[in-house]
């Protein structure tokens, strides 16, 4: 994605490409957080939110922009570019069912 917002030149593909970087950033940061708070309390239901966090939103941010630039450079042919949006769903898909899961046993009667 970098790279073909770069050859693009368009300055809104370059905002996307800064948002979407941006977006891992922060997804990343709120990852630790739910880390950290998992640290402190040791409690699996927040083990499983900070997971579930930490790839829906840092690592499927990193992944579909690594797999974009890696179309754009022709690194990986175009072809591929169908298995790249898979890993990502099913990155995203594994987090949701982690939060959900987290959620699920928070609330569960002890």
Do not use: K, W
């Amino acid at each position: 994605m970098v790279g073909r917002l770069v050859a693009e030149g368009s300055p809104f593909a370059i905002a996307a490409g800064g948002a979407a970087t941006l977006s891992a950033v922060v997804g990343l940061y709120i990852g630790y957080h739910a880390f950290r708070g998992l640290r402190r309390n040791d409690d699996p239901s927040m083990r499983y939110l900070s997971v579930g966090m930490i790839l829906l939103f840092g690592v499927t941010y990193v992944v579909a922009l690594a797999g974009q630039g890696l179309l754009a450079f022709r690194v990986v042919p175009v072809y591929r570019q169908s298995l790249i949006r898979l890993v990502v769903r099913l990155l995203q898909l594994t987090g949701l069912c982690c939060i959900a899961y987290s959620l699920r046993i928070a609330t569960r009667p002890s």
